[in-house]
Structure formats: C-alpha cells, structure tokens
C-alpha cells in the first residue's frame, strides 16, 4: 500500500474576507483551530490595502472553468469544485505532488483568468496568502469532502463574507 493520499481537499479565500481573529474561528499555523479574537480581526482589517473584491457569478464560473482546465491539462482528477463568493474549494487527486504546490498552481492559474478577464483584478492581490490543503485517505472521507463542497455550504446559506 502507499502512503500517498487519495485525494486533497484544497480550500482558500479571497483577499480580505477571512482574517486572523475572525468570529466564524479561524487557524494558526501549527497551533490549529483559534477560537474568535475580534480585536484582533479589527487590526488586520484595518490595515487591508485593496478593498475587498468579492466573487460574481461570471468570476465563480470562469475559476471553476479554470479548475477544470487545468486539471485535465496536469492529469489531476478532479473531483469537486466550488468557487463561491469568498473563496474556493476543491477536491482533487494529483499523483506525485504536494497539497500545497496543487493550491499554489490552482490560485496562481485562476488569478491570471481573473486578470485576463477584469482590470478589477489587476496590480492588486486577488487571494489571501496561502490557504488550506488536508489528505483525504479514504473513500469515506472522500465523500465527505465531496458532499460538503457540492452541497453543504448551500443548505448552511454560507455565502457571504
């Protein structure tokens, strides 16, 4: 058997829209789930540079678009995908390569479609820096992660920022 994971559940947000501190929680490198700190949330808002672009429907479609492309285009099955207002989700198998570099290739590939598309996009940062990438290394928790990317986040209305 091999060590290699069946899939990666690959989740990061638009520039702005998930700080440190956030009431909805939010994740410390290495130390995981914090638990709310509005004060802090308040400071990084506060020193955002760009104002917050969220996601329209034509921008959610032409990321999935590029999801998809590029996924075939590296040979990644690609299975779940949702560009939502505020950030993306993606389940997908990449054989031979790393959670974080899948992201890096995903976000830097739909930043440049974005561009391309919307001078909003352009000289300014589309994304927050880094995101979210875990192992799923079973069916069960492939299915999961599928469920939750194609359907839960619709009936718990989450959505906006």
């Given at each position: 058997?091999?060590?290699?994971?069946?899939?990666?559940?690959?989740?990061?947000?638009?520039?702005?829209?998930?700080?440190?501190?956030?009431?909805?929680?939010?994740?410390?490198?290495?130390?995981?789930?914090?638990?709310?700190?509005?004060?802090?949330?308040?400071?990084?808002?506060?020193?955002?540079?760009h104002p917050?672009?969220?996601?329209?429907?034509?921008?959610?479609?032409?990321?999935?678009?590029?999801?998809?492309?590029?996924?075939?285009?590296?040979?990644?099955?690609?299975?779940?995908?949702?560009?939502?207002?505020?950030?993306?989700?993606?389940?997908?198998?990449?054989?031979?390569?790393?959670?974080?570099?899948?992201?890096?290739?995903?976000?830097?590939?739909?930043?440049?479609?974005?561009?391309?598309?919307?001078?909003?996009?352009?000289?300014?940062?589309?994304?927050?820096?880094?995101?979210?990438?875990?192992?799923?290394?079973?069916?069960?928790?492939?299915?999961?992660?599928?469920?939750?990317?194609?359907?839960?986040?619709d009936r718990?209305?989450i959505e906006?920022?």
């Amino acid at each position: 058997m091999t060590d290699a994971p069946l899939a990666f559940f690959v989740t990061w947000t638009v520039y702005g829209t998930f700080l440190q501190g956030d009431a909805r929680g939010w994740r410390k490198w290495g130390k995981g789930i914090q638990t709310p700190q509005p004060g802090l949330a308040a400071w990084h808002a506060e020193r955002l540079k760009h104002p917050i672009l969220l996601l329209n429907q034509a921008h959610r479609d032409c990321v999935e678009q590029e999801l998809q492309r590029l996924s075939t285009c590296r040979g990644w099955r690609l299975w779940a995908k949702a560009a939502r207002t505020n950030h993306v989700h993606v389940v997908v198998h990449a054989k031979d390569v790393a959670g974080s570099k899948v992201r890096d290739q995903f976000k830097a590939n739909c930043t440049r479609v974005l561009r391309e598309n919307w001078p909003q996009f352009v000289d300014r940062p589309v994304w927050c820096e880094g995101g979210d990438w875990q192992c799923i290394n079973d069916e069960d928790g492939l299915e999961l992660a599928m469920l939750y990317v194609t359907e839960a986040q619709d009936r718990k209305g989450i959505e906006n920022p």
